[in-house]
């Protein structure tokens, strides 16, 4: 009941994981096949009255939309340990395989008859999965933290001597202390630019209505460099600090509680992420065809008060529109001139 108030994939995740472990009890113990089928019935039960409950109150999960691809699955158990270093994540996740197959090979690290049918099914369950399902990103990874949180209760592990286990405590400590300095050095970069945010809003008028562009060219937020994620979101914080309307903070309908109010549910950003500002200049000086892109932003001369541009520092990309009143070395906030041709 808690993991369906929570989060509907880890209830997803613990009934795969209850439904493995009878599969493994029904071959094991060679039940009656009516136990079995009583069994998933009870475990399925829960899943189907929540479709149903949410089909007749017109609820959702996201939207629709759903693509699978077999890209990247090979290669993301080496980057789910880090979000912020690929080259730091696939060193230690290299590093951690290594030491489980020693382990392994050496019998120290033995996993339970039970454990085996589990890991195989998450792994079949992870492969199966699409990268995006009813419009929720990544929804495949998020297969990787769960097994590696459920499998060690079906693990034994019984190191041969204190050399061992001294080298099992180096490997371990040096993973996570690896991760653990890269998030803290990611966090200290960003404390006086979270406290120069906060500051920037004593420049805004209580109530208005905030954008986000991204003086990024490119058409999303460079995957490359995880480390200038943090800033993006940041102007979402006027939310709380000026009551402002932030059309970028994260309120996807059918996944968070906090929803556009219907006047505003057209400026409600996709995906909430920042708007490149390539895009902004462009419906500015009325050079772009592509209304599907800019249906949110269209007219957002005339629906914003004030425009947050986050990322590398640049110059005023539009003089005669936007008037700097704050910045720093990640961000600048501009007001929004709304000059009669604006507002035509």
């Known amino acids: 009941m808690l993991l369906f108030a929570s989060h509907l994939f880890a209830l997803g995740v613990y009934g795969a994981t209850l439904g493995l472990h009878e599969l493994w009890r029904a ?61 730091v994540s696939g060193a230690c996740a290299i590093v951690l395989m290594a030491a489980l197959y020693v382990a392994a090979r050496c019998s120290m690290l033995k996993l339970a008859p039970a454990g085996i049918w589990i890991a195989t099914g998450f792994a079949l369950l992870y492969l199966a999965l699409p990268p995006r399902l009813f419009d929720t990103a990544f929804a495949d990874i998020r297969v990787l933290p769960a097994v590696a949180l459920i499998l060690p209760a079906f693990c034994s592990l019984s190191l041969p001597g204190r050399r061992w286990t001294m080298a099992a405590l180096v490997i371990v400590g040096g993973i996570t202390l690896a991760n653990l300095g890269l998030v803290l050095d990611v966090w200290l970069s960003y404390r006086l630019e979270y406290s120069a945010v906060i500051e920037s809003f004593e420049h805004v008028d209580r109530g208005s209505r905030i954008l986000i562009g991204t003086s990024a060219e490119g058409e999303d937020p460079p995957f490359q460099d995880l480390t200038r994620f943090p800033v993006y979101y940041a102007p979402t914080l006027a939310v709380h600090y000026a009551n402002a309307f932030v059309s970028n903070l994260f309120t996807e309908t059918g996944k968070q509680p906090i929803q556009v109010r219907a006047e505003l549910r057209r400026l409600a950003v996709p995906n909430g992420g920042p708007v490149p500002i390539r895009l902004l200049r462009a419906i500015a000086e009325e050079r772009t065809t592509e209304p599907e892109e800019t249906a949110a932003v269209r007219t957002w001369y005339r629906d914003y008060d004030y425009l947050y541009l986050v990322g590398p520092a640049t110059a005023n990309p539009l003089p005669d529109l936007l008037e700097e009143l ?19």
């Open 326 to 344: 704050d910045g720093s070395g990640r961000f600048v906030l501009y007001k929004i001139r709304h000059t009669s041709r604006a507002c035509d």
């Open 27 to 87: 071959f094991d113990r060679k039940c009656p096949a009516r136990d079995v089928a009583l069994r998933f019935l009870t475990l399925a039960t829960p899943a189907v009255a929540s479709l149903v409950i949410m089909r007749l109150t017109a609820g959702s999960v996201g939207s629709e939309r759903t693509f699978w691809s077999l890209d990247h699955k090979l290669l993301w158990p080496f980057f789910i340990m880090n979000g912020y270093s690929m080259a």
